[in-house]
């Protein structure tokens, strides 16, 4: 299977839309990494206001959704959380290599690609006839689905990669240093204040921020294979992508939080870039999001997706 897996691969690097994605990404690179690396400049001592603890009357003045007992919930971690900023903000310094934060809304970006490639990597070879052949040269129907499946995967994983090499080369370019690589910036870990590398904390920040992107091309792929409609399934996860999170908040206001138990809430991690922001979010509209929970949420919906269309691709007639 490694070597069937490494033909399609091949096959999908010289197809000319993955060459037109990589020169897009690296063209995006370079503009957004010299613009905010040229304008960036770190918003340093913050004005941070800590409320205190409200009395229910008071909390039902403020807010319209959620429950008082919620918000008893959450106050410990809103506190946390804002003690934990007051912190920070205190201890970062000026430093125009921070601009790499930017990377992670110009990685949101290539879920419209990843879309891309899991609509069409398997469904094209039904609309040319060529899935025939993979089933006819021995290998098993789920095999093939499988190689298809992981090579989507690691396409979407080498756009991802490329994105973050070509904006660290700019980086290092513009600074004429390679400071980017020995600076270090604190955080809190077990409530205590620890110095780690910026540029590894920013890789690891990264590669979680890719599991999103993995998710909506994976689910591209499956809902392809489902309903046997590039058009349908481009339409549908870029409808969920782009609009899925309003979707959301719109029904959080009438107290509709079933979606909260879906992927549409975490189909972008960089909402919770500011993690006091979350808590207040929680606080407000009684909903549990977090960074955990999203990596729940996305794999046991991959799962339920992959055996479903799974099971299309095994019994569908492909004669």
């Excluded at 490694?2 to 999908?12: G, P, Q, V, Y």
């Excluded at 003690?83 to 310094?93: E, G, I, T």
């Excluded at 890789?203 to 599991?211: A, G, K, P, S």
Aim: charged share 15%; with cysteine; hydrophobic share 55%.
């Amino acid at each position: 299977m490694l070597k069937f897996i490494s033909i399609l691969l091949t096959r999908e690097f010289k197809k000319i839309y993955f060459i037109f994605f990589i020169l897009i990404i690296l063209f995006v690179s370079l503009i957004v990494c010299y613009f905010s690396y040229k304008d960036y400049s770190f918003n340093n001592h913050q004005n941070i206001v800590v409320q205190n603890k409200l009395t229910e009357d008071e909390y039902y003045e403020i807010y319209s959704n959620g429950s008082y007992n919620n918000y008893l919930l959450y106050y410990e971690s809103y506190i946390k959380e804002s003690m934990n900023k007051v912190k920070l903000s205190n201890l970062f310094s000026d430093n125009n290599l921070f601009c790499f934060e930017n990377i992670y809304k110009v990685q949101v970006f290539l879920s419209v690609f990843s879309i891309v490639i899991g609509s069409s990597i398997l469904l094209s070879e039904y609309k040319n006839g060529t899935i025939k052949l993979f089933l006819n040269v021995g290998a098993s129907r789920f095999k093939v689905f499988l190689s298809f499946l992981i090579s989507c995967i690691f396409l979407i994983i080498i756009l991802n990669l490329i994105l973050f090499l070509a904006f660290t080369l700019f980086l290092i370019i513009f600074n004429n240093s390679f400071e980017l690589f020995k600076l270090k910036v604190p955080i809190i870990f077990n409530d205590d204040v620890i110095y780690v590398n910026y540029y590894l904390k920013s890789f690891l920040e990264f590669i979680l921020n890719m599991l999103p992107v993995i998710f909506i091309g994976s689910f591209s792929f499956f809902i392809s294979i489902i309903f046997l409609s590039q058009l349908f399934s481009l339409c549908l996860s870029f409808f969920l992508n782009v609009f899925g999170l309003v979707v959301f908040q719109w029904l959080l206001e009438y107290k509709i939080r079933f979606l909260m138990y879906s992927f549409i809430p975490y189909l972008d991690y960089t909402i919770f870039d500011d993690k006091l922001n979350i808590v207040l979010f929680n606080i407000e509209h009684g909903t549990n999001l977090s960074i955990f929970n999203g990596n729940v949420m996305l794999m046991l919906y991959f799962v339920i997706a992959f055996f479903v269309s799974l099971w299309f691709f095994l019994k569908r007639d492909v004669n």
